[in-house]
C-alpha cells in the first residue's frame, strides 16, 4: 500500500457541510459502488444485518430535512442553556464555537443537498441462540448493535471521499426516528444509525483538522499509564 495516499485519506476525510456542492447531481452508480465497498466492513457475529437508505426522491430529502431542522433547533436550545463544558482556551471549546455556523447552515439546507443515505442496522437477533441474551445487558447490546454498521458507515464515508464526495456525520434526526422511519418505510426492527448529507465537495481538497495530542489521549496498561 501507497501509505502517504492512505494516510492522507484517513487524516483529510471531514464532516463537509459548507463546501458541499448542492447543485450538481450524484451519480447512483458512485453511491452504489460505495456502499459495495462499505459492506466489506466487519460486523459482529458476521451478521451483515446492514442496509443503507439512499434518499433521491426530492419530496423524502424535504420530509427528512424538516425532521432534521426541528431536532437542531432543540439541541441548539439545549446547548444555549447549558453551561460550556469546557473552558474557551480549551481546544475543543475553540472547535464547537467553530463547528456551530457550519451546521447551521447544513440544517438549512439539508433538503437542497442532493443525496441522503441514512445507514441502518438489524436489531431482532432473536434468532440468534448465542446472542439472544445479550438484550439483558444494554451496554454490550448496543455495542453490538451499533458496532455492525458503524465501521460499514465510516468505510462509506471513506470510499465517498476519494471519490471527490463529502459526507457529514448527523444523528440528531434521531430524536424523530419513528417519523423517518414512517416516511421511508423502515421496518420496526431496522434501528437508524447515522443521517448523512452527500454531495461532491466544492474547493481542492482538505487539510487535517487540529486535534489533541494522542499522548494525552492514550493510556497504556491502565488508565493512568504512560509509555
Not at 424535504?62 to 426541528?70: G, K, S
Not at 440468534?128 to 438484550?135: F, G, I, K, N, W
Not at 476519494?162 to 423517518?180: D, F, K, N, Q, S
Amino acid at each position: 500500500m501507497d501509505l502517504d495516499i492512505v494516510d492522507s485519506l484517513l487524516t483529510t476525510t471531514r464532516s463537509v457541510r459548507k463546501r458541499l456542492d448542492l447543485d450538481r447531481p450524484v451519480e447512483p452508480e458512485v453511491i452504489e459502488r460505495c456502499i459495495e465497498i462499505a459492506m466489506q466492513a466487519p460486523t459482529a457475529s458476521n451478521l451483515q444485518g446492514w442496509h443503507f437508505v439512499v434518499v433521491q426522491d426530492p419530496a423524502k430529502r424535504a420530509a427528512i430535512a424538516d425532521i432534521y431542522r426541528r431536532a437542531f433547533a432543540e439541541y441548539r436550545a439545549m446547548q444555549e442553556r447549558r453551561s460550556p463544558l469546557w473552558g474557551p482556551e480549551d481546544l475543543r471549546a475553540v472547535q464547537r464555537m467553530r463547528i456551530g455556523p457550519s451546521s447551521g447552515y447544513l440544517a438549512e439546507n439539508m433538503h437542497r443537498v442532493p443525496v441522503l443515505i441514512l445507514p441502518c442496522v438489524e436489531s431482532e437477533m432473536a434468532e440468534v441462540p448465542h446472542l439472544s441474551e445479550v438484550r439483558e445487558h444494554a451496554s454490550l447490546y448496543n455495542a453490538t448493535i451499533y458496532g455492525s454498521i458503524l465501521p460499514a458507515a465510516w468505510s462509506l464515508m471513506l470510499a465517498l471521499r476519494a471519490r471527490g464526495l463529502g459526507a457529514a456525520w448527523t444523528t440528531l434526526h434521531l430524536m424523530y426516528e419513528a417519523e423517518a422511519a414512517q416516511v421511508l418505510g423502515i421496518p420496526e426492527q431496522v434501528v437508524q444509525a447515522a443521517l448523512l448529507p452527500v454531495a461532491y465537495y466544492t474547493g481542492s481538497g482538505f487539510r487535517s483538522a487540529k486535534r489533541l495530542p494522542a499522548g494525552e489521549l492514550t493510556h497504556w496498561d491502565g488508565w493512568e499509564g504512560t509509555r
